[in-house]
């Protein structure tokens, strides 16, 4: 489910090339770090989060992994309301799965490494997908081996744990309220 998420996201990121908010420009980290630098981040990150394309687009790079990607996104969730912020964290989730060392030296502490790996804000529709999720951003974040991070893999593995728990625990207590 994780692989057909991620190829869905790619597919949207690609046909999204042309973002109506950037006129002909296609959305990147660039021409979105040139907004901020020109109107500041404020309304870079109106202008972005305006339009569902470019809301799409950004999710979609920044759940790619891609280091200049993560750059925008840290830069951008400080000044986004709470539903984009909350887009912003589930795609900073996705992230760990793919690029997990560029996750935890660029988005933490920006995004707490105790909540950013407890999981998404919104679990996904199933049990078993999420379960599956969270045990592929666990085996990435387990495979990260640069010792700068040892500190941040460690609190992102326990909170991993912990967000595991609370998806099985929320999955119970839904299916008996029916």
């Keep these: 489910m994780l ?13 999204l090339a042309v973002c109506p908010v950037h006129g002909a420009q296609p959305l990147t980290p660039e021409s979105i ?14 202008r972005v989060f305006a339009q569902a394309a470019s809301r799409d687009a950004l999710m979609a790079g920044v759940a790619s992994g891609n280091v200049r990607w993560v750059r925008v996104g840290v830069g951008l969730q400080a000044v986004t309301d ?42 996904l529709a199933t ?3 999420s379960l599956a999720e969270v045990d592929a951003v666990r085996h990435a974040v387990r495979a990260v081996k640069a010792p700068a991070l ?29």
């Design 3 to 15: 692989k057909r998420f991620v190829v869905r996201v790619l597919a949207l990121s690609a046909a």
């Design 33 to 46: 770090q040139a907004d901020i630098h020109r109107h500041g981040v404020n309304a870079a990150a109106s």
């Design 82 to 123: 709470a539903g984009d912020r909350s887009e912003l964290h589930d795609a900073m989730y996705i992230a760990l799965a793919r690029q997990p060392a560029v996750v935890l030296q660029l988005a933490v502490p920006a995004f707490p490494v105790e909540v950013l790996c407890a999981g998404r804000a919104d679990p």
């Design 127 to 129: 049990l078993r997908e």
């Design 150 to 178: 040892a500190a941040k893999k460690a609190a992102c593995l326990s909170a991993l744990d912990k967000g595991r728990a609370d998806l099985i625990r929320f999955f119970a207590e839904s299916s008996s309220s029916f």
